[in-house]
């Protein structure tokens, strides 16, 4: 499993773009003797006994646009391209129980394993989805894990409600008067405008939300049409949001379509504002939730409940919010590259913890499926 890994690392693929890692999984679920079914992304399907209950457990399988600095030996072989999340880690461990289940048999229904693709760009989830997943395969409940670098080795951390912020990008774009940097008052200063309303967008959660509301706002583009004497008649400004609701989620973009309104009324230029949601909320609920409490104190993991709700956004939002679910996270190790942020050029998944989330996954099937009495 560890060559395994560590090969995965060395051919990341983007999102929609992962057809080595899809062959790869395929491959390895149909030599186990699992239904398989491919698309967007891939479906591993597991029956035992005569149990009507099903469970699908979720993997992310997409790596991230980003150039790799680490010094191991299995670098990615793909300049530019690199796993910087982990999400190697979390295909080998839901492989690893494919394998384990499938040669016990140690629970009575239906498992699903679900690899799914783009989960980097909230796309994903939701691509299967629109496949025909849940028809296909109807599930009761649905689990994810995502390795958390700085948390202590193979520690469960999960909570009820709200786990993950939305996302939700906005672009606001500015026509005002270009001119001659000389005489600025003849024209509309895109740049002054734009600067006006990045300033005011502060504002919305300093003074618009409740302070313990968990939400940011983020300006990360500012370009203009302007030159080294030409003052920009367009300015378009591009960043994103989060959320713990949706209720301020819609609060965030009323306000924000307000400042634009306000500041392009009061110089007089046309100000509009889009807003594109790629992340709902996360919410994880009670009972599968309880659920992921038991089988970590049975797997004789360290289980911190009730743990704060994590700034990241996540595609699990939609598996969760059309079936009860959890997403709980998984300590990756607190030092070295292990101890990296998620995102980080020398990042790496800890070898020492798919064998922890394996273990961990196959408790939670067989707690969730248990064996019947009447089976050997």
Same mark, same amino acid.
């Given at each position: ?13 983007l ?13 390895? &679920? ?21 149990g ?8 992310d399988?997409?790596?991230? +646009? ?6 191991h ?15 190697? *880690? ?5 492989? %690893?129980?494919a394998e ?14 679900v690899?799914?693709?783009n989960?980097?760009?909230?796309? *994903? ?23 958390l +670098? *700085?948390?202590? &080795?193979?520690e ?22 270009? $001119?001659?940097? &000389? ?24 003074r ?5 509301? $968990? ?20 300015a378009?400004?591009?960043g ?13 973009a009323q306000?924000?379509q ?6 392009g ?6 100000i ?5 949601t790629?992340?709902?909320e996360?919410?994880?609920a ?19 409940r ?6 990241f ?11 009860p ?6 300590g ?8 990296? +942020? ?16 394996? %273990?961990?996954?196959v ?11 009447d089976?050997?």
């Amino acid at each position: 499993m560890t060559q395994l890994r560590r090969d995965l690392h060395r051919h990341p693929e983007l999102g929609f773009n992962e057809t080595r890692t899809r062959k790869v999984i395929a491959t390895r &679920l149909r030599e186990l003797g699992l239904e398989v079914h491919q698309g967007a992304g891939v479906v591993g399907v597991l029956r035992s006994g005569e149990g009507n209950r099903t469970i699908a457990l979720r993997a992310d399988m997409d790596a991230l +646009p980003i150039t790799e600095t680490s010094t191991h030996d299995y670098v990615s072989d793909f300049p530019g391209v690199m796993h910087a999340c982990g999400h190697d *880690g979390h295909t080998t461990m839901l492989l %690893g129980a494919a394998e384990l289940l499938a040669a016990t048999f140690s629970f009575d229904g239906t498992v699903v394993f679900v690899f799914q693709p783009n989960e980097e760009h909230g796309l *994903g989830a939701r691509a299967m989805i629109d496949e025909g997943l849940l028809d296909r395969c109807p599930v009761d409940e649905i689990y994810a894990i995502h390795n958390l +670098p *700085g948390a202590p &080795l193979g520690e469960v951390s999960t909570r009820a409600g709200i786990i993950c912020n939305s996302e939700t990008l906005f672009e606001i774009a500015i026509e005002g008067q270009g $001119g001659h940097a &000389l005489m600025p008052q003849t024209g509309v200063d895109a740049i002054t405008v734009g600067a006006e309303i990045l300033l005011a967008l502060q504002t919305v959660v300093a003074r618009k939300l409740a302070p313990a509301a $968990g939400a940011v706002v983020s300006v990360t583009e500012f370009l203009t049409d302007g030159q080294r004497n030409v003052l920009p008649g367009k300015a378009v400004l591009k960043g994103d949001f989060r959320a713990r609701s949706a209720d301020d989620r819609a609060r965030i973009a009323q306000f924000i379509q307000q400042i634009a309104d306000g500041i392009g009324s009061a110089h007089d230029v046309g100000i509009s504002a889009a807003f594109d949601t790629q992340f709902v909320e996360t919410i994880n609920a009670g009972g599968p939730t309880e659920a992921v409490y038991r089988a970590a104190e049975t797997a004789g993991c360290t289980l911190v409940r009730d743990r704060p709700a994590m700034s990241f956004s996540e595609d699990f939002a939609h598996f969760a919010a059309a079936v009860p679910g959890c997403f709980l996270l998984l300590g990756n190790g607190e030092t070295g590259r292990h101890g990296r +942020p998620l995102h980080a050029s020398d990042y790496d998944f800890n070898d020492d913890l798919w064998v922890i989330g394996t %273990g961990f996954w196959v408790q939670l099937v067989q707690d969730r499926l248990p064996l019947r009495k009447d089976q050997p």
